[in-house]
Every structure is written in structure tokens, then in C-alpha cells.
Antibody, heavy 118, light 110 residues
Framework: QVQLVQSGGEVKRPGASVKVSCKAS????????ITWVRQAPGHGLEWMGW????????NLAQKVQGRATMTTDTRTNTAYMELRSLISDDTAVYYC???????????WGQGTLVTVSS | QSALTQPASVSGSPGQSITISCTGT?????????VSWYQQHPVKAPKLLIY???NRPSGVSHRFSGSKSGYTASLTISGLQAEDEADYYC??????????FGGGTKLTVL
């Protein structure tokens, strides 16, 4: 079945970068965009952007433009989201999900907790 | 707009029906039929319940249904069960932000 498995949790210092991976199985990334959504502790969902594996085009939320980079590796069927210049407000669970329609996402990865702390 | 507007909490007794509203603007819900709903249990990933306003993915119970009128979308859960206790999020395509989520609604089954 279609499944997305993400990398493990990370603890980073302010100013550092983090790169989260999302490995797809049961389908190939080239057939659908991968979206990234984050959720700060006790807060709601925040859309970060998506990437199209076929052409590499990305659509990033204004809030993370300039700090986030989304990429894919066709050889390993894995998507990546890198976030730079981390601040404490970036502490959140980061989810990848398959963009299965115009703006709906299914399935989702299990989530990756990124903690930014000095 | 930072988020679609949802009630912070709703509650109902087993067997009852409840409705969660999700209000947007002319730049999102009012202009597009691309509303989706997600269920999230504690420390779990969100799960898709409804897409494109009223479509249910295979495997999702018929007790979940979606609708839209004007700038407001709604999720109705009928025959409430204890396992329905979770957080629910709406989402819409948006002209300004591409995708916008609601703030989330905590459903308590009494």
C-alpha cells in the first residue's frame, strides 16, 4: 500500500539547519506532488509548500520562502525538506503527505519532531 | 487571512450527530470547491476524511459527510462513537496562500 516513512526526530540549535526525509513506498514520487505541513506543539496545522518530482518545481508558503528548500531523489523515491536559520518558533512536528488532489493530502507520514533549543 | 475559522471545541453524546463549521472568505472557501477535512488523534498524523467538499475516500465511514454553503464548509458526524473523539481540521485551496487550514476543533464524546 502507499506509505510515507519519515526520518527520526532532531534537536537543533538556533541558527542551524535541519533536513527531514520522507521515503515513499507503494508508488513513485513522480506521479504526485509531495507536500509538507508542520504543527507546533499545541497548535494547528500549517501548510509549508509542495514539490513536483517530475519537474522539480516548488510552491512555498510565504512564511518559509527563503529558508525552506524542498527536493526529491528519484533514485531512492525520497523527498526532503530542509529548513535553515532555525528559530525557536520552528519547533514543531513536520509531516510530509502525498498531494492526491488540488489541495488534499493522503496519506501522511508519521511526522518528525524538530526541536530548536539552545 | 491566517486561518479558516473553526469552533475551538464541540461535544456530543454517543449516537448523536454533530456538525463542525469552517468559515473562510471569497479568496478560499467562497471561491473554490476544494475543501478537505482531516481527523487527528493525539500524537498521530492527520487522516483524510473528506476531499473536494463532500467526497469520502475509500475506507472512511459513511458517518462522516461534508458540505458547503457560501463561505462556510461543514463536517457532520452522525452516530457519534467514542473513537470519534479527536481534533478535526478543515482546509481549503486559497488564491493568496495556496493552502489554508482551520485552527482545529476538539471533539469530545461525552
Amino acid at each position: 500500500q502507499v506509505q510515507l516513512v519519515q526520518s527520526g526526530g532532531e534537536v537543533k540549535r538556533p541558527g542551524a539547519s535541519v533536513k527531514v526525509s520522507c521515503k515513499a513506498s507503494g508508488y513513485t514520487l513522480i506521479t504526485s506532488d509531495i507536500t509538507w505541513v508542520r504543527q507546533a506543539p499545541g497548535h494547528g496545522l500549517e501548510w509549508m509548500g509542495w514539490i513536483n518530482d517530475k519537474n522539480g518545481n516548488t510552491n512555498l508558503a510565504q512564511k518559509v520562502q527563503g529558508r525552506a528548500t524542498m527536493t526529491t531523489d528519484t533514485r531512492t523515491n525520497t523527498a526532503y525538506m530542509e529548513l535553515r536559520s532555525l528559530i525557536s518558533d520552528d519547533t514543531a512536528v513536520y509531516y510530509c503527505a502525498r498531494r492526491s488532489g488540488v489541495s488534499w493530502f493522503d496519506p501522511w507520514g508519521q511526522g518528525t519532531l524538530v526541536t530548536v533549543s539552545s | 487571512q491566517s486561518a479558516l475559522t473553526q469552533p475551538a471545541s464541540v461535544s456530543g453524546s454517543p449516537g448523536q450527530s454533530i456538525t463542525i463549521s469552517c468559515t473562510g472568505t471569497s479568496s478560499d472557501i467562497g471561491d473554490f470547491n476544494y475543501v478537505s477535512w482531516y481527523q487527528q488523534h493525539p500524537v498521530k498524523a492527520p487522516k483524510l476524511l473528506i476531499y473536494d467538499v463532500s467526497n469520502r475516500p475509500s475506507g472512511v465511514s459513511h458517518r462522516f459527510s461534508g458540505s458547503k454553503s457560501g463561505y462556510t464548509a461543514s463536517l457532520t458526524i452522525s452516530g457519534l462513537q467514542a473513537e470519534d473523539e479527536a481534533d478535526y481540521y478543515c482546509s481549503s485551496y486559497a488564491t493568496t496562500t495556496t493552502v489554508i487550514f482551520g485552527g482545529g476543533t476538539k471533539l469530545t464524546v461525552l
